[in-house]
């Protein structure tokens, strides 16, 4: 290989890796599910295995008792108990965005800065393409693509079974659990509530109130934009609350009863998502997280690529505490 073409190689390679934490940030800021996660640290990385696989959080076994004296401990778990506790089993997703520079663009930036500014304009280009992608996939149901996307919220939350490609088996199960039977027809199902019907504050209150359990309650909602203005006309002037450092993310955002509401694009029409993110994550492969690799070049075209590789899935340890309003307008 010629030594301009090592070096035009080299400028592009440590440039990209100077970019790489870049990049993935930019990704994480652009849309308001994506952007929350992160700020609430749910974005987590494992080595490896056959599948993501997540502690569930379910009933409690009752070992917990009151004692005097010299009484002897209960510790005993019953295998009904015991049926309570398990792990929820999802499926690695990939993902990948393409940096593509062609032959006559390589000509044309010979030099170092040159290099550097075209670099720049491209990765703003994958920057915008993978955000866009991953924004839309979260909020699907993982058959798409002939069931390589990623698990978005319309399969995590739900009532009812997700298809075979988005629940992992041929049963339809979410994260290898039956929704339609104990224990996961009381600690797998979401709150769904599909009335065709105009949004109003009591349908929003009673969402919040039943994915709420004590003193923990949904911190993210998420909606379409026609659902967002409807809420915002429903408050008065003086009740209009927002959270400042969201807002300081760039997102327009209103409070409802302690709980951050934002819209999205790719929200489905008539929905409001309430989430609790503390048991909701995206989880990552370890060594291969926007992970840079090395640029080629193709024998049959005049062009250079490099790929940004994302491996993992969006994944759920308890989506009783997840709920979502279907079917409602303004």
């Not at 920057?127 to 149901?141: R, V």
């Not at 209009?240 to 993310?249: F, I, L, V």
């Amino acid at each position: 290989m010629p030594a301009a073409n090592l070096a035009f190689d080299t400028i592009l390679s440590t440039t990209m890796n100077k970019y790489r934490r870049t990049l993935e940030d930019n990704i994480f800021r652009a849309n308001p599910l994506m952007y929350w996660l992160q700020e609430t640290n749910r974005v987590d990385k494992q080595d490896g295995g056959a599948s993501l696989v997540v502690p569930i959080i379910a009933v409690n076994p009752a070992v917990s008792l009151s004692y005097i004296d010299y009484d002897a401990f209960t510790t005993q778990i019953t295998n009904a108990q015991a049926a309570q506790l398990d792990a929820a089993n999802y499926a690695w997703r990939q993902f990948a965005g393409i940096v593509a520079i062609s032959g006559i663009e390589e000509a044309k930036n010979n030099g170092v800065s040159q290099v550097i500014k075209l670099l720049d304009a491209k990765v703003q280009l994958t920057e915008l393409s993978m955000a866009e992608a991953l924004d839309q996939m979260f909020f699907l149901n993982g058959t798409g693509n002939s069931g390589k996307d990623w698990f978005g919220l319309a399969a995590i939350v739900s009532d009812v079974n997700a298809g075979a490609s988005a629940g992992g088996n041929a049963s339809g199960f979410i994260g290898g659990i039956d929704r339609t039977a104990a224990p996961g027809t009381t600690m797998w199902k979401s709150f769904v509530e599909p009335t065709a019907e105009v949004l109003t504050l009591a349908r929003m209150t009673t969402a919040y109130n039943s994915v709420s359990k004590g003193n923990d309650h949904p911190d993210l909602g998420l909606t379409t934009q026609t659902l967002f203005e409807k809420y915002e006309g429903l408050l008065q002037p003086q009740a209009r609350y927002t959270d400042m450092k969201t807002a300081d993310g760039g997102f327009q955002n209103l409070l409802f009863k302690g709980m951050v509401l934002m819209f999205d694009l790719y929200c489905q029409a008539g929905t409001m998502y309430f989430l609790n993110s503390k048991y909701l994550q995206l989880l990552g492969h370890t060594g291969t997280w926007f992970r840079n690799t090395p640029w080629i070049k193709r024998h049959d075209m005049d062009a250079r690529f490099m790929q940004v590789l994302t491996y993992g899935n969006m994944v759920a340890s308890n989506v009783a505490r997840q709920g979502k309003l279907t079917g409602k307008t303004a």
